[in-house]
């Protein structure tokens, strides 16, 4: 059961454009979502993050969009520039009491084309 | 000043053999997490403690045992290694603030089993 899905596993998007990566959840109960960029061989590195009473979270070039109603986040990266070429993983979060346990989405690999 | 490290990053080994990964991070944070990415990449959580006490669990073999000596380290154990024990397993940590629970993410530990 996918409870937190990203259905393109690749974007190629020429730099300078504006890269949308999206991600569509099925758990209501989620409160907080969070994106992650992963480099090969290395563990994935926090990015930017939402909670589910705001619908926009911007920090530089990036920022995250959630629409409630439709379970549905994006990932805005603009201007995208080739460091930014990675795995983008979704990630949304659900309150155990003591500590947050998140699931994942299966990753998108963005590629920024000079 | 690693955050979040773990040793080894590689480990190749027989099946039906013993090996232990190690996971310390130096953020100061309560709660410690491990994390299987299998072959089709999906990043799925497998155990988390807080101040050194076991509190998820997700479905997984007993032959896997992590132990937390202290808040700063947890490792994993895993008994009799069997061909799908084979996977990237990540450590990670994070401090309760609220909703926004954000987790960090050691580089990974490559495991091969033969």
């Known amino acids: 059961d996918q409870q937190v899905k990203q259905n393109s596993p690749s974007l190629s998007v020429q730099e300078g454009r504006i890269s949308i990566l999206n991600c569509d959840y099925t758990?209501?109960?989620?409160?907080?979502f969070l994106w992650y960029k992963k480099y090969p061989a290395e563990g994935p590195t926090f990015l930017i993050s939402?909670?589910?009473?705001?619908d926009k979270n911007e920090d530089g070039r990036f920022t995250v969009f959630l629409n409630k109603s439709a379970k549905h986040l994006s990932l805005h990266i603009v201007p995208s520039q080739p460091g930014d070429s990675a795995v983008y993983f979704c990630?949304?979060?659900?309150?155990?009491?003591?500590?947050?346990?998140?699931?994942f989405g299966t990753g998108t690999r963005l590629q920024v084309t000079l | 000043d690693t955050a979040v490290s773990q040793t080894p990053k590689y480990l190749v080994t027989q099946m039906g053999n013993d090996k232990s990964i190690k996971c310390e991070q130096n953020?100061?944070?309560?709660?410690m997490y491990w994390y299987k990415q299998d072959s089709k990449k999906f990043l799925k959580i497998m155990f988390s403690?807080?101040?050194?006490?076991?509190?998820i669990n997700e479905t997984v073999p007993n032959r896997f045992s992590p132990k937390s000596p202290d808040k700063a380290h947890l490792n994993l154990h895993i008994n009799s290694l069997e061909l799908g024990d084979s996977a990237v397993y990540f450590c990670?940590?994070?401090?309760?603030?609220?909703?926004?629970?954000?987790?960090?993410f050691g580089p990974g530990t490559r495991l091969t089993v033969l």
């Open positions: 990670a940590s994070s401090r309760r603030q609220g909703v926004t629970d954000t987790q960090y």
């Open positions: 990630a949304a979060k659900r309150d155990t009491g003591t500590a947050s346990k998140l699931t």
């Open positions: 953020l100061g944070h309560d709660t």
């Open positions: 758990n209501s109960m989620f409160d907080y």
């Open positions: 939402i909670s589910s009473i705001k």
């Open positions: 403690y807080n101040n050194k006490e076991l509190i």
